[in-house]
Structures are given as structure tokens and as C-alpha cells.
């Protein structure tokens, strides 16, 4: 089982308990200063144990360790820090902030729209481009009203 250590000068050990002909040893697994996804998978590939990342983050938590966040975490933080300076999202953004954030909500119902927000103007241009092209190639709307062949029925030969 592995599990976090405090180490002096603001470092943290991911720790391994093996038991040797010797007795119970703890063996290095990792060290760090802030624990992120890179220092789990370093401690996972030297554990000679079943690593449970979970567990890991439960000790690192318990001991003072430094968590990193995901890059969500961090992209809310920057965003609560400029609502909080008095920047506001546009109304559109705001709602679908609003709707996507909901707890009701799950991932598979985030709006394909989405995909849409951080798209550069040449990727947004040449898709626009690709839809023009599509309506020229549609048929032209027909003048007056629309006729129908006369319906007669099929001779039997």
C-alpha cells in the first residue's frame, strides 16, 4: 500500500510498505513538492505493488501535501478571479456556463456547441466556406405552385 510522507525543506515522499526477510521496510516511490498526474504515474510505474492513485491523493490530502488541480480547476479559479475583478462573461457565455454546470447535468450533455467556443477564426471561417458551398449546390426554389403528374391507372398488358 502506497502512502504520502512529509519530507523536510517543503517536500512530500509517495511511500511503499514491502515486507522483507527483515521486517516491514517502506520504500521510496517519488518525491515532490506539488502532487500532479506526472508524480502518480513515476510512484504507479516504481510500485512493485497494486498502486491505487485514489488512496494516494486520500494521504497526500491528509498530509499537508500540495495537490495540483486539473486544468478545469485552474480555468475556473481564472475565471472566479475575474468575475471577481468585475469582468462578466457575455450573456451567451453566461447561460451556457450556467446550463453546462448545473449538477443535474451529466458530460454526455454538454452541447456539440461547445467544441465551438475556443475555435479559431480561420477554423470557423472554413467551415462557414464549406457550408456556402453546400448551399450552392442545393436546388433553386421553383417558381408558383407546385404540380403534380396526373395520376391515371397503369394499363394491364
Do not use: C, K, Y
Not at 500500500?1 to 521510496?28: C, D, H, K, L, Q
Not at 407546385?146 to 394491364?156: E, H, M, N, Q, V
Amino acid at each position: 500500500m502506497a502512502f504520502v510522507v512529509r519530507r523536510p525543506g517543503g517536500r512530500f515522499e509517495i511511500r511503499e510498505s514491502v515486507v522483507t526477510p527483515n521486517g516491514p521496510r517502506a520504500r521510496s516511490l517519488a518525491t515532490f513538492r506539488v502532487l500532479d498526474g506526472d508524480v502518480l504515474e513515476r510512484a504507479a510505474r516504481a510500485a512493485t505493488q497494486p498502486f491505487d492513485p485514489e488512496s494516494v491523493l486520500g494521504s497526500a490530502r491528509r498530509s499537508g501535501a500540495p495537490v495540483a488541480g486539473s486544468a478545469a480547476d485552474r480555468l475556473a479559479r481564472q475565471l472566479l478571479a475575474e468575475i471577481g475583478r468585475g469582468h462578466r462573461p457575455a450573456s451567451g457565455l453566461r447561460r451556457l456556463l450556467l446550463r453546462n454546470l448545473s449538477d443535474d447535468r451529466s458530460f454526455a450533455d454538454v452541447e456539440m456547441d461547445d467544441e465551438w467556443l475556443d475555435a479559431s477564426d480561420e477554423q470557423r471561417g472554413r467551415v462557414l466556406r464549406d457550408l456556402l458551398d453546400l448551399t450552392d449546390s442545393l436546388p433553386a426554389d421553383r417558381r408558383g405552385p407546385l404540380r403534380f403528374p396526373r395520376l391515371t391507372p397503369a394499363s394491364r398488358g
